[in-house]
């Protein structure tokens, strides 16, 4: 069993910066990847950010050059930096652990951009 907590949404203006994280309830050293995802309101789900167990990482063409996935291992969470955020990034975003059995989702948190 993984539980996970978004947390870092808010409301900002365009251009600024958020950094959200997710805290996993047991070390994610196992998970095969954990990704990012966000959903407006009678949208489509957007993969935004994934990392692999490796290291390596892949964003969503709409916020390549803005966003950025990292971990830290030792506190068991994983992060989205976003810069120079736009109106468009407005949704809830969604914390997804992709493990050997079905995969586990976060609450989510609301980013909210302003013009």
């Known amino acids: 069993q993984v539980q996970l907590v978004e947390s870092g949404g808010g409301l900002v203006q365009a251009g600024g910066s958020l950094r959200l994280s997710c805290a996993a309830s047991?070390?994610?050293?196992?998970?095969?990847?954990m990704s990012w995802h966000r959903q407006a309101p009678g949208k489509q789900r957007e993969m935004v950010a994934t990392i692999y167990s490796g290291g390596t990482t892949e964003y969503g063409d709409s916020v390549k050059g803005r966003f950025t996935i990292s971990r830290d291992n030792a506190k068991n969470t994983v992060y989205l930096q976003m810069n120079s955020l736009k109106p468009e990034d407005t949704a809830v975003y969604f914390c997804?652990?992709?493990?050997?059995?079905?995969?586990?989702w976060g609450q989510g948190t609301q980013v909210t951009v302003s013009s």
């Open positions: 047991r070390s994610i050293f196992s998970f095969n990847a």
């Open positions: 997804e652990a992709i493990v050997t059995g079905p995969n586990y």
